[in-house]
């Protein structure tokens, strides 16, 4: 729980590129909760509200506050996740036995209303990639888990040394189907046009992708250091482990910021771009969004591409323009890949 609120932080290097009445840059940790605490939630329930209902920038700031802007906690109270209105995201963790199980048991993910959240294809090949890169520092010990984690994030938050190598055995995680959305239509008819139409530029596009996941690891010295030998007797393999495993954590802290401020610093170049943009004619889209700080945003595939994102999800079209919303208030139209042929849109 805490790791994950470590994880969410927005980096400093790029605060200054968010709106003045953005969220704060920190999910708040609650730890472990239970049943007394449901009326601190609902009070930070009521303070999310009153933001939301704030009518002036000023207003926004004065509010500011921990309390009504998210937080991420543990707990072991089932009823909790009947109280759907005081959380967003709830992830339940399978129990301990199910690590002898015949097929793999991942954790749960689900919004309030009980729709289960996927990884994307995109976020499946970039884990695979990231689990290459630290493949050679072995893992800490687990430690027994709460079985479930409640999240109410308020706001949206943004997750290799080498290209990973197909035969690679840690690139060979089992039973993903139930926790990744399945190719879409659209992806299999574009791959399968790309394979027959030029091949070699879907290599180069597979090749850009490694690159880009490359480049989130490049430059962590303590990702690819090899172990030392001890100084001085006193000096245990323990001690060895537990600081290749602090190295991993640094490594890990240091992955998912860069991924987030390689999302917040695209979205801003595309705000910059369109505020300077005074030949733009889309004023029937852009007079629907009065109420925001300023014209409608269009993020392209290329884009998305740049974030990390994938181009075929919807899950992720709707998580840009979640960002887009809070962090830099603003509307935003994401544009889908499509292929066409001799002008007619085949998918």
Not at 47 to 52: I, V, Y
Not at 196 to 209: C, D, N, P, V, Y
Not at 258 to 285: A, F, G, P, W
């Amino acid at each position: 729980m805490y790791d994950l609120s470590v994880l969410s932080n927005i980096p400093l290097a790029v605060s200054d590129l968010l709106a003045t009445d953005a969220p704060p840059q920190r999910l708040r940790p609650l730890f472990s909760i239970g049943v007394h605490d449901i009326p601190l939630l609902e009070e930070d329930l009521r303070a999310s509200k009153e933001r939301l209902l704030a009518t002036t920038e000023d207003e926004a700031v004065e509010t500011r506050d921990e309390i009504g802007y998210g937080w991420i906690a543990c707990t072991t109270d089932s009823i909790l996740a009947m109280k759907n209105n005081l959380y967003d995201v709830l992830i339940t963790l399978p129990p301990l036995y199910t690590e002898d199980a015949s097929e793999k048991v991942w954790p749960k993910v689900q919004s309030s209303q009980g729709i289960e959240l996927k990884a994307t294809q995109r976020d499946l090949r970039r884990y695979k990639a990231l689990r290459w890169g630290l493949t050679h520092h072995a893992s800490p010990p687990s430690t027994p888990q709460p079985n479930a984690i409640l999240v109410d994030p308020g706001t949206p938050r943004a997750t290799s040394s080498h290209p990973p190598h197909r035969d690679d055995p840690m690139l060979d995680i089992p039973d993903t189907d139930n926790i990744v959305e399945p190719t879409s239509w659209s992806a299999l008819a574009y791959s399968g046009f790309m394979w027959w139409a030029s091949a070699g530029e879907q290599r180069l596009h597979s090749e850009e992708e490694s690159e880009a996941d490359d480049s989130l690891l490049s430059g962590l010295s303590l990702l690819h250091s090899t172990p030392r030998t001890p100084k001085t007797p006193n000096q245990s393999t323990l001690s060895l482990r537990v600081e290749g495993a602090a190295r991993q954590e640094m490594g890990i802290i240091a992955y998912f910021h860069r991924l987030t401020t390689q999302i917040l610093t695209t979205l801003s170049d595309i705000v910059d771009v369109t505020d300077s943009d005074d030949e733009r004619e889309d004023n029937d889209i852009s007079s629907e969004s009065e109420e925001h700080n300023g014209p409608c945003v269009y993020v392209s595939s290329t884009d998305m591409e740049h974030m990390g994102l994938d181009v075929w999800s919807a899950a992720d079209h709707h998580f840009i323009e979640e960002v887009a919303r809070e962090y830099f208030g603003r509307r935003a139209v994401v544009e889908g890949r499509t292929v066409d042929i001799c002008g007619v849109r085949i998918c």
